[in-house]
Nanobody, 129 residues
Framework: QLQLVESGGGDVQPGGSLRLSCTGSGSIFNSYNIGWFRQAPGKAREDREGVSSISKDGTALYADSVKGRFTISRDNARNTVYLEMNDVKPEDTAVYYC????????????????????WGKGTLVTVSS
Protein backbone atom coordinates (compact mmCIF):
# COMPACT_ATOMS: atom_id res chain seq x y z
CA GLN A 1 0.00 0.00 0.00
CA LEU A 2 1.40 3.39 -1.01
CA GLN A 3 0.38 6.54 0.83
CA LEU A 4 0.72 9.84 -1.02
CA VAL A 5 0.74 13.28 0.55
CA GLU A 6 0.69 16.48 -1.47
CA SER A 7 2.04 19.76 -0.12
CA GLY A 8 3.11 23.19 -1.29
CA GLY A 9 -0.22 24.63 -2.33
CA GLY A 10 -1.29 28.12 -1.42
CA ASP A 11 -2.18 31.52 -2.76
CA VAL A 12 -0.09 32.99 -5.55
CA GLN A 13 -0.44 35.97 -7.84
CA PRO A 14 -0.70 35.62 -11.61
CA GLY A 15 2.75 35.27 -13.09
CA GLY A 16 4.13 33.85 -9.88
CA SER A 17 5.60 30.47 -9.06
CA LEU A 18 4.85 27.59 -6.74
CA ARG A 19 6.36 24.17 -6.18
CA LEU A 20 4.15 21.26 -5.24
CA SER A 21 5.47 18.08 -3.68
CA CYS A 22 4.05 14.58 -3.67
CA THR A 23 5.70 12.37 -1.06
CA GLY A 24 5.11 8.64 -0.88
CA SER A 25 5.48 6.13 1.93
CA GLY A 26 4.63 2.55 2.66
CA SER A 27 5.89 1.02 -0.54
CA ILE A 28 8.76 1.20 -3.02
CA PHE A 29 8.19 4.66 -4.45
CA ASN A 30 10.51 4.32 -7.43
CA SER A 31 8.50 1.39 -8.74
CA TYR A 32 5.56 3.67 -9.54
CA ASN A 33 4.75 6.02 -12.36
CA ILE A 34 3.26 9.23 -10.97
CA GLY A 35 0.67 11.62 -12.34
CA TRP A 36 -0.44 15.08 -11.28
CA PHE A 37 -4.10 15.93 -11.76
CA ARG A 38 -6.14 18.99 -10.92
CA GLN A 39 -9.77 19.58 -10.11
CA ALA A 40 -11.06 23.08 -10.67
CA PRO A 41 -13.51 24.65 -8.20
CA GLY A 42 -17.04 23.37 -8.69
CA LYS A 43 -15.95 20.51 -10.92
CA ALA A 44 -16.64 16.85 -10.19
CA ARG A 45 -13.99 14.20 -9.55
CA GLU A 46 -14.49 12.73 -13.02
CA ASP A 47 -13.64 16.15 -14.47
CA ARG A 48 -10.14 16.12 -13.04
CA GLU A 49 -7.57 17.04 -15.64
CA GLY A 50 -4.33 15.19 -16.09
CA VAL A 51 -1.64 17.85 -15.83
CA SER A 52 1.62 15.95 -16.03
CA SER A 53 3.02 12.45 -15.73
CA ILE A 54 6.46 11.13 -14.90
CA SER A 55 7.62 7.59 -15.44
CA LYS A 56 9.81 5.48 -13.17
CA ASP A 57 12.82 6.43 -15.27
CA GLY A 58 11.96 10.14 -15.37
CA THR A 59 10.24 10.53 -18.71
CA ALA A 60 7.84 13.48 -18.48
CA LEU A 61 4.61 14.39 -20.25
CA TYR A 62 2.56 17.58 -20.01
CA ALA A 63 -0.90 18.79 -20.88
CA ASP A 64 -0.89 21.49 -23.55
CA SER A 65 -2.36 23.92 -21.04
CA VAL A 66 0.77 23.79 -18.86
CA LYS A 67 3.50 22.94 -21.35
CA GLY A 68 6.39 25.38 -21.06
CA ARG A 69 5.21 26.62 -17.66
CA PHE A 70 5.18 23.53 -15.42
CA THR A 71 8.02 21.09 -14.83
CA ILE A 72 7.68 17.68 -13.24
CA SER A 73 10.62 15.91 -11.62
CA ARG A 74 11.24 13.15 -9.14
CA ASP A 75 13.74 12.48 -6.38
CA ASN A 76 13.46 8.81 -5.58
CA ALA A 77 15.91 9.13 -2.69
CA ARG A 78 13.34 11.41 -1.06
CA ASN A 79 10.32 9.44 -2.33
CA THR A 80 9.05 12.69 -3.80
CA VAL A 81 7.74 13.98 -7.10
CA TYR A 82 7.68 17.73 -7.65
CA LEU A 83 5.57 19.94 -9.85
CA GLU A 84 7.24 23.29 -10.44
CA MET A 85 4.61 25.80 -11.52
CA ASN A 86 5.81 29.00 -13.18
CA ASP A 87 3.95 31.90 -14.79
CA VAL A 88 0.76 30.71 -13.16
CA LYS A 89 -2.61 31.91 -14.43
CA PRO A 90 -6.01 32.23 -12.74
CA GLU A 91 -7.17 29.18 -14.68
CA ASP A 92 -4.53 27.13 -12.85
CA THR A 93 -6.63 27.51 -9.69
CA ALA A 94 -7.55 24.00 -8.55
CA VAL A 95 -6.95 21.27 -6.04
CA TYR A 96 -3.89 19.40 -7.26
CA TYR A 97 -3.70 15.66 -6.68
CA CYS A 98 -0.93 13.20 -7.29
CA UNK A 99 -1.61 9.58 -8.08
CA UNK A 100 0.53 6.50 -8.59
CA UNK A 101 0.27 3.46 -10.77
CA UNK A 102 2.40 0.32 -10.76
CA UNK A 103 3.01 0.14 -14.50
CA UNK A 104 -0.04 -1.80 -15.68
CA UNK A 105 -1.19 1.23 -17.65
CA UNK A 106 0.63 2.47 -20.72
CA UNK A 107 2.63 5.55 -19.85
CA UNK A 108 0.72 8.62 -20.95
CA UNK A 109 -1.09 11.66 -19.65
CA UNK A 110 -3.76 9.76 -17.73
CA UNK A 111 -7.40 10.55 -17.15
CA UNK A 112 -8.78 10.14 -13.62
CA UNK A 113 -10.84 7.09 -14.68
CA UNK A 114 -7.82 5.21 -16.06
CA UNK A 115 -7.40 3.23 -12.89
CA UNK A 116 -4.59 4.83 -10.93
CA UNK A 117 -3.68 2.64 -7.97
CA UNK A 118 -3.27 5.25 -5.24
CA TRP A 119 -4.31 8.87 -4.77
CA GLY A 120 -3.33 11.61 -2.39
CA LYS A 121 -5.84 13.97 -0.78
CA GLY A 122 -4.81 17.04 -2.71
CA THR A 123 -3.42 20.50 -2.11
CA LEU A 124 -5.22 23.71 -3.09
CA VAL A 125 -3.63 26.25 -5.40
CA THR A 126 -5.35 29.60 -5.76
CA VAL A 127 -4.09 32.07 -8.37
CA SER A 128 -5.49 35.51 -7.78
CA SER A 129 -4.41 39.12 -7.66
Amino acid sequence: QLQLVESGGGDVQPGGSLRLSCTGSGSIFNSYNIGWFRQAPGKAREDREGVSSISKDGTALYADSVKGRFTISRDNARNTVYLEMNDVKPEDTAVYYCAAERGALSFRLWDPWDGMDFWGKGTLVTVSS
